[in-house]
Structure formats: C-alpha cells, structure tokens
C-alpha cells in the first residue's frame, strides 16, 4: 500500500500524547506545614494506583480511531507492481535547425552548431533523437527509426557527425512549415511502444536565429499537439545589425515619359551602429560606377534614384554595411527592344493635319531605354503585320472585312493589344464590330449628343486606368466630348471602363486569351473630343500600347529557390556564375541554382541569362519576440529531464489511482465505528467504582 500524502501520518502521534499525560507522576498543588514535622526528613511520594492505566480498552479505540483518521487523510491506495517507472515512459526529442540564408552572417552558424551539439551531448539514456533542417524547404536528416536501433554513445556520434556536415543555405526562412512538420514528428506515436504500455512523452529543441522576416503565419491553421513544449535556442552573430538595398518597379509614366532613373530603397535594421552608406552599380569585372552616398536612420528606409545601368552592369552593391551576406543585388540589363504600333486606317479624309487621329498617334512618347517604337500605317490587316512579339498594339479607325476581323481576333488570343476608335460617325461598324467581338447582337448607332458629354463611372480598378486612380489625377472633369457612338446592346463578355454622363458606353474592353479587345466609341481629335490635348491622353495611350500592369520591372530577378521558366531539354544547359556548367533535362536540375548570382540557358540557338537573388526578408535580421509564437498555442520553455519526468508521470498515476480507489472513505468509515464503540464503551462506569 501506498500513500499520496504521507505527512498525514504524523497525525498518528497524538495518540501518545494522553498515554503520556496520564503517566507522569502529579505533585500535590498546595501544601500545610505542621509543626510536629519540621524536624523530619522529606520523602517522595509512593506510586499508587492512579498512577496505571486504569481502561485499557477505552485508551486502544481511541488511538485506533486517531490512527485511522490520520491514515485516511494520509489518502492511501494499492499501486500495481506491473507498473514499473522503467516502463511507463518514452522520450522522443526533435532537433530542428535553421539552415536559411540569414545565417550566413558572421559568428551566426558557429553559435548555431555548437548550440546543436550541446543539445546532443545532453540526451538522457532512453531518449530517440529526430534531425530535421529547414530553409525554404523543411528535410529530415535522422529519423527515430534510426535512433530506436542505435544505443546512447553510438546514437551522439551519429547525430554529432550530421550537425558538422551541414551548411548553410541561401535560401529564404520557412518557420512555420518546419515547426509543423516537427510538430507532427514529435506526436507520432510508436505502436510497439504503446504496446507496452509506455507513454510518449516529447519536445522539440529549436535552433534559429529567429529573425524577423521568418515566415510564422502558416502556423495559424495548425492546432499543436499538447505537451510537445519548444525549447527556443537562438543563434546570435557578431553584431546584429545589417542594412540591404532593394530596386524598386518603375512606374510606366516615369518610363514612357523618358525618365533614365532607377528608384532604390536602402534600410537599415533598428539596432545598426551606423546611417552611412554607399550605393554603385557593378560591372563582371568587379569595377564600380560613380557611388551614391546614402544616409538611413537605425530602423527606416530611404527611397533614391540612380541612372539607370548599362548593359555591362551585372549588379547594385551597398557598401559600409556590417553584415555584406546580402549587400549585393544581381541584375541582368535587358537589351532594348524594337517595337511597332500598327495604325490601320487611310485617315486622308482629315484635314487639316491637326484634325487627324494618326497626327496626334505619332507624337505619342512610346519610346525609351528598353525600346524603340515606331507607328506603321497600313490600309488593310494582313497576318504578316500581327505579330503580338513586335506589334504589341493594332489601332483599327475605319471598318473592316471579315477576314481582317478574324485575323485581329485570333491576334488579341494569342497575346496582342486591339484597340477599335469609332472617331469617324460616316463610317458603318456594325460588320466590323459584330466579327472583331464574334456576337451578332451589337449594333452601334450615332448618339444625340446636347452641346457635349463628358466622362463618368470611370473603373479605376482596370490596367487601363489604374495609374490615374490616384486622387490627384482622377480627374476627367475638363475633358469635353463632341460627338460618339451608341453600342446596344453590349454584349455581357464586354466590360465598360468608362460610361458618358448620358449612360452610353465611352471605352468597353474584351479580355481574350493573354490579351484583350478595347472599343472607344468616339475619336482624340480636336473636332470629335479635347482628349488628345488633355493631359490624360499620354497615360491612357500608354495604358493601351501595354495594359497588362502600370508597373515595370526590367531590372526584376528570380528569388533563389523558386522556380525558372525554362524549358528543360536534353541539349539544354545552364552554367552557374561560378562558370559551372551542368545539364538541365528535368526541372529538378534546377536545385542547382543554389546561391544569388547570373545563371545563363543555352539549347540551340537559345541563348537566356536570368538573376538569381536572395529573398528580400533574409535582410531582416533583427530577433523576434518569442512570446509571438505563444499566440499559435506553442508552450515555450525546456523539457522535462527523464527522471523528472517519471517523477511527474508517477504523481499523476498515483493520483488517478487513489481518485479511483477511494480506500480514505474506508478508513473514515472505521474511525467512526471505533469513536461510536468508544462512546459506547465510556457510558459503561467500572464495577469497583460503582461499589
């Protein structure tokens, strides 16, 4: 028999205590002297009678009854001798290490490596120990399966050898997605273990520099496992500082309006010792541009401007910085491209010049660094013109025959830009129209229009106007139209991006294949409307000649990591920056593109380079607080040893086992029987004293 609180029993002493009141011997209280015996000599007093025990039985249940109240608040109960501590308890602990790239910071991978082996040199005998390392991507390197077989010396050597091999990456940080698949690592159970009646008790010791930019949402779906506690150890570096420089998309206006720059955002972490820093382009022989002193506070960011690089840049370096894992950002210039717009129309009708539609096309700044636009006239659609590769946009301005319309559709499918201006009311569109959009239903009809209509229900939403939404140049107040034609009824494949205030469609666009149909129901030219000399019409031109997005990104690059658009060949190659060449027939050769830099595709007569960057978040270095993974109901702090843990295991068993046994209600009820025979046996007086 057992007891859940044994201190209980020391209540069992107070049966002693009027045993022992009842033996010491009593002193008469008060004394008289008498002068006949002043002269004798004192003598103690004789042992009599009351001085023994005198009911035995009386004293025996009432130390029964104490005892047995102070066994039964002792909670006593009967452990089994099958449950032994050896045998109630399995340790399984996952070792998760950061391998993403912002460990690649000085003095980081060191204190991560030496915090891995100092978890492994600390297993206890009868722990199975699981490896797992993540970046982007989450591996298992040890199982249990091969701990279970391996015995404590050989199971550390094994673990101790796998720690030293590893490196690490240039990929981005993946956190979440490691802790769940750590997570369900730990919580698995052994079914030979469970067979034995053994429990599973696990952690997971977690090893990161926690840096900001590691990726934790995906954690929100996931419920964690209960009593799997993560153990945070974070890695730290010489200086926790850094600062990195990112390029930044060009917006289409500053492009097209032949603006030379490049806008970069250089920022500092929140703990850096320093606000000084320099940006330069750099060519593949490591020569430096002019240099752009930047200065940034600890903990922002600053935005400026640089001419944009040449085709020998190769990539933007910041200098002065601490940390320099990331201080170089690669970029592949492209060459700039001859483009066309294809004008289809006679427009001898307009005169004077001015009056022309075709006048106002030409002026339009298509042109700039990355490419050279001409406008091309032609009186019919011909195949051999529609290349959406070099003919990005067709302008049609006069009806055309079935044939053309086909031709202009399958163009619009298969990637190209058609833009119909109804600017000509003697002109008959219904054919044109009904075979360009493939409904029979529309009809276009001139519009009444009183002295003039302007612009409303305008969808800044749209690639078309999405430029002009913001507040300060949304405004199509000033724009007066002249004249404009009616479509009705409008098919329900056409969108309306824009309306006249007397409910009449003003510009309506198809979206077909990769690229998209656009109606403008009336003309720019002065005698049809004010849009070719207001200053929305450079923008919505723009708009037009390239829809799919108001953003540009000549300079972007692919993340390392992440996937290539290359077509995997047998002739196909891909040599790396450091000039290794290797073969690319299947999309798994391109784990290769391991690290940042220039990688170059050959097959054939193709010839493509491609800038492999690291993920902007690896720059954010500063540590998370890690109380933010405690909001995913993540217990945070170290486990448990083995012997505590037993320990606890047994506390808990013996209390589910007295909890079940209840024996203190027994010895409750025993006390009382025996107070109830003490009462009973008291209300009896001694025979020698009733005589």
């Given at each position: 028999m057992?007891?859940?609180?044994?201190?209980?029993?020391?209540?069992?002493?107070?049966?002693?205590?009027?045993?022992?009141?009842?033996?010491?011997?009593?002193?008469?209280?008060a004394s008289v002297s008498f002068s006949s015996l002043m002269f004798l000599r004192p003598t103690p007093p004789t042992l009599t009678r009351r001085s023994r025990l005198d009911n035995w039985p009386l004293l025996l249940l009432r130390a029964t009854a104490l005892l047995l109240l102070a066994a039964?608040?002792?909670?006593?109960?009967?452990?089994?001798?099958?449950?032994?501590?050896?045998?109630?308890?399995?340790?399984?602990?996952?070792?998760?290490?950061?391998?993403?790239?912002?460990?690649?910071?000085?003095?980081?991978?060191?204190?991560?490596?030496?915090?891995?082996?100092?978890?492994?040199?600390?297993?206890?005998?009868?722990?199975?120990?699981?490896?797992?390392?993540?970046?982007?991507?989450?591996?298992?390197?040890?199982?249990?399966?091969?701990?279970?077989?391996?015995?404590?010396?050989?199971?550390?050597?094994?673990?101790?050898?796998?720690?030293?091999?590893?490196?690490?990456?240039?990929?981005?940080?993946?956190?979440?997605?490691?802790?769940?698949?750590?997570?369900?690592?730990?919580?698995?159970?052994d079914e030979s273990q469970e067979t034995n009646g053994r429990q599973l008790h696990s952690s997971i010791v977690l090893i990161t520099d926690l840096q900001s930019g590691s990726e934790i949402e995906s954690l929100q779906s996931f419920p964690w496992p209960k009593n799997v506690p993560v153990d945070i150890q974070i890695a730290r570096g010489d200086t926790n500082s850094n600062a990195w420089a990112q390029i930044l998309p060009t917006m289409v206006e500053e492009t097209d309006a032949g603006n030379d720059r490049v806008r970069l955002r250089v920022s500092n972490s929140p703990k850096a010792a320093t606000s000084q820093f320099r940006v330069a382009w750099q060519s593949s022989d490591l020569q430096a541009a002019s240099e752009l002193p930047v200065q940034v506070p600890p903990g922002e960011s600053r935005v400026v401007s640089m001419s944009k690089p040449t085709s020998e840049v190769t990539s933007l370096v910041l200098k002065n910085d601490e940390n320099a894992f990331d201080n170089q950002r690669f970029l592949v210039a492209p060459e700039p491209k001859t483009l066309k717009v294809l004008f289809v129309g006679n427009d001898a009708r307009s005169y004077p010049p001015r009056e022309s539609l075709l006048y106002y096309l030409m002026r339009v700044p298509f042109s700039d660094s990355l490419r050279t636009v001409s406008v091309e006239q032609s009186e019919k659609v011909e195949a051999t013109l529609l290349n959406p590769e070099t003919t990005p946009l067709v302008i049609v301005t006069k009806a055309i025959d079935s044939a053309g319309s086909k031709l202009l559709r399958q163009y619009a499918a298969s990637g190209g830009r058609v833009l119909c201006v109804l600017g000509d009311a003697e002109t008959d569109w219904n054919g044109a129209l009904k075979a360009i959009l493939a409904d029979d239903s529309i009809a276009v009809s001139e519009a009444n229009v009183d002295d003039y209509a302007m612009l409303s229900n305008i969808e800044f939403d749209s690639s078309l106007f999405e430029s002009m939404a913001d507040p300060q140049f949304n405004d199509f107040s000033k724009i007066r139209f002249w004249s404009h034609r009616r479509l009705d009824p409008l098919p329900e494949k056409?969108?309306?991006?824009?309306?006249?205030?007397?409910?009449?469609?003003?510009?309506?666009?198809?979206?077909?294949?990769?690229?998209?149909?656009?109606?403008?129901?009336?003309?720019?030219?002065?005698?049809?409307?004010?849009?070719?000399?207001?200053?929305?019409?450079?923008?919505?031109?723009?708009?037009?000649?390239?829809?799919?997005?108001?953003?540009?990104?000549?300079?972007?690059s692919s993340i390392v990591g992440d996937p290539v658009d290359w077509k995997p060949s047998k002739t196909a190659r891909i040599i790396g920056p450091d000039g290794t060449e290797f073969?690319?027939?299947?999309?798994?050769?391109?784990?290769?593109?391991?690290?940042?830099?220039?990688?170059?595709?050959?097959?054939?007569?193709?010839?493509?380079?491609?800038?492999?960057?690291?993920a902007e978040s690896e720059s954010r270095v500063d540590p998370l607080d890690p109380a933010s993974l405690e909001r995913f109901g993540i217990p945070l702090g170290k486990a448990d040893t083995i012997e505590a843990s037993q320990a606890n295991a047994r506390q808990k068993r013996d209390v589910e086992l007295e909890n079940n046994q209840k024996l203190w209600r027994w010895f409750a009820f025993a006390a009382l029987g025996f107070l109830a025979a003490e009462t009973m046996w008291g209300a009896f007086p001694k025979r020698e004293l009733r005589q």
């Open positions: 057992s007891l859940l609180a044994p201190l209980f029993l020391l209540g069992g002493l107070a049966i002693g205590l009027p045993i022992l009141f009842h033996l010491i011997r009593q002193q008469p209280k039964a608040f002792a909670r006593p109960f009967l452990r089994s001798t099958s449950l032994a501590d050896a045998d109630t308890m399995y340790r399984r602990t996952v070792l998760v290490i950061d391998t993403s790239a912002s460990l690649q910071r000085p003095g980081v991978w060191t204190d991560a490596t030496q915090r891995a082996l100092q978890a492994i040199e600390s297993l206890e005998p009868g722990t199975e120990l699981s490896i797992v390392a993540f970046d982007q991507r989450t591996e298992l390197l040890f199982g249990f399966e091969q701990s279970h077989t391996l015995a404590l010396p050989q199971l550390k050597a094994a673990a101790t050898s796998i720690i030293k091999e590893l490196t690490p990456s240039w990929r981005a940080t993946q956190l979440g997605s490691a802790l769940k698949r750590s997570a369900e690592l730990a919580s698995e159970v056409v969108r309306r991006l824009a309306n006249f205030d007397d409910g009449d469609v003003a510009i309506a666009e198809e979206a077909i294949g990769t690229g998209g149909i656009w109606i403008l129901t009336t003309g720019w030219q002065p005698d049809a409307s004010q849009l070719a000399l207001s200053t929305k019409f450079l923008p919505l031109m723009f708009g037009f000649f390239d829809s799919r997005s108001h953003l540009l990104s000549p300079l972007a073969a690319f027939a299947e999309l798994s050769d391109l784990e290769s593109m391991d690290r940042p830099g220039i990688y170059q595709y050959t097959d054939g007569t193709t010839v493509e380079r491609i800038a492999v960057n690291l």
